[in-house]
């Protein structure tokens, strides 16, 4: 009975992982090289996520019953763009928006800290004068 379950379990998981290696494999990542037709090569590059969760049981003491689920997710975010032209490569990033709150405050931080210190330096210049 016992081996069974365990088998119904590792199938469930083997199953599972099947369909993550169908959705997920190293194309994912670095990308199929686009050829332009002024001899410029594309490559993209993105970042994945994964998540994946599987479980099973039995109700009862009887072999017959079993219980199972699992699932994955997959996330795929473009970073950039590897980008060869005349024998030479560079990477292009792919900037995505700031969506948060804190995201925005941290994109403004250098301005904000630029804009403080010309108001900062324009007060001492006037100090000097007067």
């Known amino acids: 009975m016992e081996n069974k379950e365990k088998n119904s379990v590792s199938e469930l998981m083997e199953t599972t992982m099947t369909k993550i290696r169908e959705m997920v494999d190293s194309n994912s990542v670095i ?3 686009i050829t332009t037709p002024d001899g410029v090569t594309l490559i993209p590059v993105s970042r994945v996520s994964l998540g994946f969760g599987s479980g099973g049981g039995t109700y009862g003491q009887t072999s017959e019953r079993f219980g199972g689920g699992g699932g994955a997710g997959v996330k795929i975010d473009p970073v950039a763009f590897l980008v060869i032209k005349d024998g030479q490569t ?4 792919v900037a995505v ?8 405050v941290l994109e403004m931080a250098p301005q904000l800290i630029d804009r403080v210190e010309g108001f900062v330096n ?3 210049e006037e100090k000097e004068f007067v």
């Open 31 to 33: 990308g199929e090289p």
């Open 122 to 124: 324009k007060k001492r």
């Open 97 to 104: 928006p700031a969506t948060a709150t804190v995201d925005r």
């Open 90 to 93: 560079r990477m292009m990033p």
